[in-house]
């Protein structure tokens, strides 16, 4: 065994360097490819030695880099919360910085307010009480500080007033999450050592590729934001042209959430629950006004037209490649849980569970609002009637967990909901 | 101080590790092939060990195998693995009391890793 491999750099390289050689760092594959270097002089080695030292330290920071990356990419499919996503960035610098804390605060416009809303704090170095003025200082300072050198390391006193640490240092950067928006800042304390320019590097690129990362997610909130607007105003479109049903696709929406929240479904069905119960009644666009605007009861033959609103409904959003998964319960929101229903008479789970919650929502709102043949049902009256339709026209386990959700709304509900359960309309028998 | 055996046939990546755990506070010792390792722990003295798996004479695997059968590593042992051939490898390593770290590994983490099995973290390296 060749000894020399088994005895610390140091040591080894001092004997290298006895015997006038000095072993290649970057040497080839294997155990046996370190070539005999001629000899070099005292100054040549020592600048080897340092050459070596640096590349080394290179290589570290580089892997550093490497890995949050691979972590960032590998976790940010599955964040879609831009708070996830900063957190993640925080707690990765903290573990490579070696830092006692890392702080992002916002971009806030009056200096007490910059340790509140979007402030993240990890590590166990937190900002002292009254360092509003001492972060905000900070946050303009790297704000005002030009491009290439945007992460720096600050001084002692404005250290002490964040941090209070006598000994501490603290390294800032902005990250930039978003398009014409302040940036927000984030800051690192170390106390045992100070930072090196190695530190600014990673700093700066973390920032740098997790700025990337929260502006794309931002773009995908904004967009979403906007179809949400989009669909929203379109519905009031529908909502508008019948009178008696206004706020009702708001409300129907809303509800439908809730009780699927209380049938324990993931967030994504939440949130497809939520559209259907907005969208459910836009088929109410192709029926005559004078049919759903009426006074007094309709026809049979007004009846049948405006049976065919689910199907409507349907048709209407059938193009919306985004909207395919709320469609099934679009139609079905006027099946009936015994086959009593339309368009297709279907019975019990042969009608989704989405189509069952949204049949049940859309009765209750139904009731609770005026007809042009009578006045709203109070919420008790309204609550009653669908316990009788329960196991018949109505799901027995979605009326349990729609009770469920009336009951808590009748103690405290959302400012939306104010109206409906607020102020008990009174019954007109 | 600890003793932290690194078993590493890439020199380059060898030295990067024995600077990164040396300036942290920790003696190091180095081999290149599996043999060495192996016989480096028996000589004695060594509480940890960082090793790669593809190493000339003996894998990291049957390394680990042997030292652990031995008694030779008190502190347990670090693998170090590229992220493509991880998944195979971990339960190998897991099932030895190792842990598994990916290649490129982070320092940080790997220093964190070592600082956690000792026990408690290192007295700095004097400057």
């Known amino acids: ?429 | 101080m600890a003793t932290i055996l690194v078993a590493e046939d890439d020199l380059h990546i060898l030295r990067v590790i024995s600077l990164w755990l040396k300036r942290n506070g920790h003696e190091v010792a180095e081999a290149r092939t599996g043999p060495e390792a192996l016989a480096r722990l028996r000589a004695g003295g060594v509480d940890l060990m960082v090793t790669d798996v593809n190493m000339p004479g003996m894998t990291g695997l049957d390394l680990l195998a042997t030292a652990t059968a031995e008694g030779l590593l008190p502190r347990g042992a670090i693998v170090l693995t590229s992220r493509c051939d991880q998944q195979e490898i971990a339960d190998a390593v897991r099932a030895q009391g190792g842990l598994v770290h990916p290649k490129p590994f982070s320092p940080s983490r790997l220093l964190a890793t070592i600082e956690h099995k000792l026990g408690a973290p290192a007295a700095p390296a004097a400057t």
């Open chain 1, 1 to 429: 065994m060749d000894e020399r491999l088994m005895t610390p750099l140091k040591e080894r390289t001092e004997a290298e360097r006895e015997r006038g050689a000095v072993a290649t760092a970057c040497g080839g594959p294997g155990p046996a490819a370190i070539p005999e270097a001629p000899p070099v002089s005292e100054r040549t080695y020592e600048r080897l030695v340092l050459e070596n030292e640096g590349l080394a330290e290179e290589v570290l920071r580089t892997y550093e880099q490497l890995n949050v990356i691979f972590d960032v990419t590998a976790q940010v499919a599955a964040l879609t919360d831009a708070q996830e996503v900063k957190r993640l960035l925080c707690d990765r610098l903290c573990a490579m910085l070696r830092a006692q804390g890392v702080w992002c605060v916002g971009g806030a416009e009056r200096d007490e307010d910059f340790l509140l809303g979007d402030s993240l704090v990890c590590g166990d170095c937190p900002i002292e009480a009254g360092a509003h003025a001492g972060v905000a200082e900070l946050a303009r300072a790297v704000r005002a500080a030009p491009t290439g050198r945007r992460v720096q390391v600050r001084t002692i006193p404005l250290t002490r007033a964040i941090c209070g640490a006598a000994e501490a240092q603290l390294m800032a950067g902005p990250l930039v999450d978003g398009e014409g928006t302040e940036p927000l800042t984030v800051c690192a304390v170390r106390c045992k050592e100070p930072f090196t320019a190695g530190d600014m590097m990673l700093l700066d690129s973390v920032l740098t590729y997790g700025g990337h990362v929260l502006r794309n997610l931002n773009l995908v909130e904004r967009l979403k934001r906007t179809s949400f607007e989009a669909v929203r105003a379109l519905v009031n479109a529908i909502d508008k042209k019948d009178r008696y049903t206004c706020g009702h696709s708001e409300r129907v929406g809303i509800l439908a959430r809730l009780t699927g929240r209380e049938l324990k479904l993931p967030a994504e069905e939440l949130q497809d629950l939520e559209w259907a119960g907005l969208l459910h009644d836009i088929g109410k666009i192709g029926i005559p006004e004078e049919i759903l605007n009426k006074p007094g009861r309709l026809t049979e033959a007004e009846y049948a037209i405006v049976k065919e609103h689910p199907q409507m409904s349907y048709d209407v959003l059938q193009p919306v490649a985004s909207l395919s998964r709320v469609l099934e319960a679009v139609v079905q929101h006027h099946e009936n849980y015994d086959g009593t229903g339309y368009p297709k008479q279907l019975r019990g789970d042969e009608i989704s569970l989405a189509g069952r919650v949204l049949h049940v929502v859309d009765v209750f709102d139904a009731l609770t609002s005026h007809r042009s043949y009578r006045a709203a049902y109070d919420v008790d009256r309204a609550m009653k009637i669908i316990r009788q339709d329960a196991g018949t026209k109505l799901d027995p386990r979605v009326v349990a967990c729609f009770a469920t959700v009336v009951e808590r709304l009748q103690r405290s509900r959302p400012p939306e909901l104010e109206e409906l359960f607020g102020t008990p309309v009174q019954e007109s028998h």
